[in-house]
Protein backbone atom coordinates (compact mmCIF):
# COMPACT_ATOMS: atom_id res chain seq x y z
CA UNK A 1 0.00 0.00 0.00
CA UNK A 2 1.52 2.93 -1.04
CA UNK A 3 1.48 5.94 1.42
CA UNK A 4 1.46 9.38 0.47
CA UNK A 5 3.64 10.88 -2.38
CA UNK A 6 4.71 13.76 -3.26
CA UNK A 7 6.44 15.07 -6.49
CA UNK A 8 9.24 16.26 -7.32
CA UNK A 9 11.73 16.41 -4.33
CA UNK A 10 13.50 18.89 -5.15
CA UNK A 11 12.95 22.39 -7.09
CA UNK A 12 14.57 25.63 -7.70
CA UNK A 13 12.56 28.69 -9.33
CA UNK A 14 13.55 31.93 -9.94
CA UNK A 15 11.74 35.14 -7.74
CA UNK A 16 8.68 35.74 -9.73
CA UNK A 17 7.83 33.03 -10.89
CA UNK A 18 5.39 30.19 -10.36
CA UNK A 19 5.37 26.42 -8.69
CA UNK A 20 3.24 24.11 -8.72
CA UNK A 21 3.57 20.81 -6.61
CA UNK A 22 1.60 17.69 -6.56
CA UNK A 23 0.57 15.10 -3.74
CA UNK A 24 -1.18 11.53 -4.48
CA UNK A 25 -2.89 10.69 -0.80
CA UNK A 26 -2.31 7.33 0.72
CA UNK A 27 -5.30 4.91 -0.48
CA UNK A 28 -8.21 5.53 0.93
CA UNK A 29 -7.76 9.04 2.05
CA UNK A 30 -10.30 11.53 1.26
CA UNK A 31 -8.71 14.78 2.79
CA UNK A 32 -5.16 16.59 1.88
CA UNK A 33 -3.49 19.11 3.68
CA UNK A 34 -0.50 21.27 2.60
CA UNK A 35 2.05 22.70 5.29
CA UNK A 36 4.78 25.03 5.12
CA UNK A 37 8.35 23.78 6.60
CA UNK A 38 10.57 26.54 6.79
CA UNK A 39 14.11 26.20 7.71
CA UNK A 40 14.65 25.53 11.88
CA UNK A 41 10.65 25.83 12.45
CA UNK A 42 7.95 23.46 12.78
CA UNK A 43 5.38 23.27 9.86
CA UNK A 44 2.71 25.57 9.32
CA UNK A 45 -0.86 24.98 7.74
CA UNK A 46 -1.62 26.35 4.43
CA UNK A 47 -5.07 24.89 3.42
CA UNK A 48 -6.96 21.59 3.43
CA UNK A 49 -9.31 20.35 1.03
CA UNK A 50 -12.07 17.76 0.41
CA UNK A 51 -14.36 16.97 -1.61
CA UNK A 52 -12.74 19.11 -4.32
CA UNK A 53 -12.69 22.10 -1.45
CA UNK A 54 -10.59 24.16 0.34
CA UNK A 55 -12.34 23.55 3.64
CA UNK A 56 -9.82 25.22 6.23
CA UNK A 57 -6.93 27.71 5.28
CA UNK A 58 -3.97 29.18 7.61
CA UNK A 59 -2.46 32.95 7.64
CA UNK A 60 -0.87 32.51 3.83
CA UNK A 61 -1.89 34.81 1.07
CA UNK A 62 -3.37 34.68 -2.09
CA UNK A 63 -0.46 33.77 -3.96
CA UNK A 64 -1.03 30.02 -2.26
CA UNK A 65 -3.80 28.52 -4.01
CA UNK A 66 -4.68 24.82 -4.53
CA UNK A 67 -6.96 22.10 -6.23
CA UNK A 68 -8.27 18.61 -5.43
CA UNK A 69 -8.72 16.41 -8.08
CA UNK A 70 -11.60 13.93 -8.19
CA UNK A 71 -9.49 11.16 -7.00
CA UNK A 72 -8.04 12.85 -4.25
CA UNK A 73 -4.95 13.70 -5.21
CA UNK A 74 -4.10 17.75 -4.75
CA UNK A 75 -1.83 20.43 -6.63
CA UNK A 76 -0.84 23.50 -4.31
CA UNK A 77 0.10 26.30 -6.25
CA UNK A 78 2.39 29.37 -5.29
CA UNK A 79 2.59 32.55 -7.90
CA UNK A 80 4.72 35.35 -7.61
CA UNK A 81 7.59 33.06 -5.79
CA UNK A 82 9.70 35.15 -3.12
CA UNK A 83 12.88 33.70 -1.48
CA UNK A 84 11.01 33.56 1.83
CA UNK A 85 8.96 31.00 -0.05
CA UNK A 86 11.86 28.56 0.46
CA UNK A 87 11.16 25.96 2.24
CA UNK A 88 9.99 22.20 2.98
CA UNK A 89 6.48 21.62 1.65
CA UNK A 90 4.59 18.73 3.18
CA UNK A 91 1.04 17.31 2.45
CA UNK A 92 -0.41 15.16 4.44
CA UNK A 93 -3.31 13.24 4.42
CA UNK A 94 -6.45 11.51 6.18
CA UNK A 95 -9.76 10.65 6.09
CA UNK A 96 -12.27 13.42 6.99
CA UNK A 97 -13.60 12.03 10.16
CA UNK A 98 -10.87 13.09 12.23
CA UNK A 99 -8.54 10.74 11.43
CA UNK A 100 -4.73 10.47 12.22
CA UNK A 101 -2.68 12.81 9.20
CA UNK A 102 0.46 10.61 7.09
CA UNK A 103 2.99 12.74 5.86
CA UNK A 104 4.11 12.42 2.27
CA UNK A 105 8.27 13.09 2.13
CA UNK A 106 8.17 16.52 1.22
CA UNK A 107 9.03 18.61 -2.01
CA UNK A 108 12.28 21.16 -1.24
CA UNK A 109 11.56 24.45 -2.64
CA UNK A 110 14.30 27.39 -2.79
CA UNK A 111 13.65 30.26 -4.61
CA UNK A 112 17.09 32.38 -5.74
CA UNK B 1 -5.08 31.46 18.44
CA UNK B 2 -3.75 27.85 19.55
CA UNK B 3 -0.23 27.80 20.36
CA UNK B 4 2.18 24.86 21.09
CA UNK B 5 5.03 25.48 23.22
CA UNK B 6 7.95 23.22 23.56
CA UNK B 7 10.40 23.33 25.80
CA UNK B 8 13.48 23.01 25.87
CA UNK B 9 13.79 23.90 21.86
CA UNK B 10 17.67 22.45 22.09
CA UNK B 11 18.48 19.72 24.10
CA UNK B 12 22.28 17.64 24.50
CA UNK B 13 22.27 15.00 26.53
CA UNK B 14 24.72 12.60 26.74
CA UNK B 15 24.18 8.76 26.29
CA UNK B 16 22.44 6.61 28.96
CA UNK B 17 21.01 9.77 30.63
CA UNK B 18 17.21 10.26 30.84
CA UNK B 19 15.10 13.55 30.14
CA UNK B 20 11.64 14.88 29.58
CA UNK B 21 10.78 17.34 26.54
CA UNK B 22 7.25 19.13 27.80
CA UNK B 23 4.81 20.54 25.34
CA UNK B 24 2.32 23.19 26.69
CA UNK B 25 -1.16 24.17 24.25
CA UNK B 26 -3.13 26.47 24.43
CA UNK B 27 -6.87 25.71 23.85
CA UNK B 28 -8.94 21.74 24.49
CA UNK B 29 -7.33 19.92 21.66
CA UNK B 30 -8.70 16.41 19.94
CA UNK B 31 -5.77 14.52 20.14
CA UNK B 32 -1.70 15.42 19.88
CA UNK B 33 0.76 13.71 17.74
CA UNK B 34 4.56 13.81 18.74
CA UNK B 35 6.74 13.25 15.61
CA UNK B 36 10.21 13.01 14.90
CA UNK B 37 12.19 14.83 11.63
CA UNK B 38 15.52 13.78 10.59
CA UNK B 39 17.75 16.41 9.05
CA UNK B 40 16.41 17.05 5.25
CA UNK B 41 13.26 14.64 6.14
CA UNK B 42 9.35 14.55 6.35
CA UNK B 43 7.47 13.54 9.55
CA UNK B 44 7.83 10.20 11.36
CA UNK B 45 4.85 9.70 13.58
CA UNK B 46 5.63 8.54 17.05
CA UNK B 47 2.65 8.95 19.11
CA UNK B 48 -0.98 9.64 18.66
CA UNK B 49 -2.72 10.07 22.14
CA UNK B 50 -6.41 10.36 22.31
CA UNK B 51 -7.65 11.04 26.11
CA UNK B 52 -6.87 12.48 28.88
CA UNK B 53 -4.00 10.24 31.11
CA UNK B 54 -3.14 8.22 27.78
CA UNK B 55 0.41 7.11 27.80
CA UNK B 56 2.13 5.28 25.30
CA UNK B 57 5.27 3.81 25.11
CA UNK B 58 7.51 2.59 22.22
CA UNK B 59 11.36 1.44 23.20
CA UNK B 60 13.17 4.35 25.00
CA UNK B 61 10.40 6.95 24.33
CA UNK B 62 7.48 7.66 26.31
CA UNK B 63 4.53 10.04 25.82
CA UNK B 64 1.73 11.25 28.11
CA UNK B 65 -1.30 13.38 27.79
CA UNK B 66 -2.92 15.25 30.78
CA UNK B 67 -5.62 17.67 29.00
CA UNK B 68 -6.83 18.98 31.86
CA UNK B 69 -3.47 20.59 32.84
CA UNK B 70 -2.76 21.34 28.47
CA UNK B 71 0.35 19.47 28.64
CA UNK B 72 1.72 16.32 27.09
CA UNK B 73 5.43 14.89 27.83
CA UNK B 74 7.42 12.75 25.93
CA UNK B 75 10.16 10.96 28.10
CA UNK B 76 13.38 9.64 26.73
CA UNK B 77 14.78 6.60 29.10
CA UNK B 78 18.73 5.74 28.59
CA UNK B 79 19.35 7.53 25.03
CA UNK B 80 21.07 6.59 22.64
CA UNK B 81 22.72 8.59 19.73
CA UNK B 82 20.18 6.98 17.13
CA UNK B 83 17.52 8.79 18.84
CA UNK B 84 19.42 12.52 17.86
CA UNK B 85 16.69 14.55 16.00
CA UNK B 86 13.95 17.06 16.24
CA UNK B 87 10.78 16.33 17.83
CA UNK B 88 7.52 17.99 17.14
CA UNK B 89 4.27 17.67 18.89
CA UNK B 90 1.53 18.64 17.42
CA UNK B 91 -2.38 19.68 18.83
CA UNK B 92 -5.41 18.50 16.12
CA UNK B 93 -8.33 21.15 16.61
CA UNK B 94 -11.37 19.58 14.61
CA UNK B 95 -13.98 22.06 13.82
CA UNK B 96 -17.17 21.81 11.66
CA UNK B 97 -14.96 23.12 8.49
CA UNK B 98 -12.08 20.45 8.90
CA UNK B 99 -9.32 19.70 11.46
CA UNK B 100 -5.52 21.06 11.19
CA UNK B 101 -2.51 20.97 13.02
CA UNK B 102 -0.61 23.14 15.28
CA UNK B 103 3.13 22.24 15.72
CA UNK B 104 5.11 23.35 18.57
CA UNK B 105 8.76 24.98 17.51
CA UNK B 106 10.05 21.92 17.85
CA UNK B 107 13.24 20.65 20.19
CA UNK B 108 16.47 19.53 18.56
CA UNK B 109 17.72 16.37 20.48
CA UNK B 110 21.63 16.04 20.10
CA UNK B 111 22.90 12.81 21.77
CA UNK B 112 26.31 11.92 22.69
CA UNK B 113 28.52 8.81 23.51
Known amino acids: DAGVTQSPTHLIKTRGQQVTLRCSPKSGHDTVSWYQQALGQGPQFIFQ???????QRGNFPDRFSGHQFPNYSSELNVNALLLGDSALYLC???????????FGQGTRLTVV | ELKVEQNPLFLSMQEGKNYTIYCNYS?????LYWYRQDPGKSLESLFV?????AVKQEGRLMASLDTKARLSTLHITAAVHDLSATYFCAVDIWETSGSRLTFGEGTQLTVNP
Open chain 2, 27 to 31: TTSDR
Open chain 2, 49 to 53: LLSNG
Open chain 1, 49 to 55: YYEEEER
Open chain 1, 92 to 102: ASSLVELTEAF
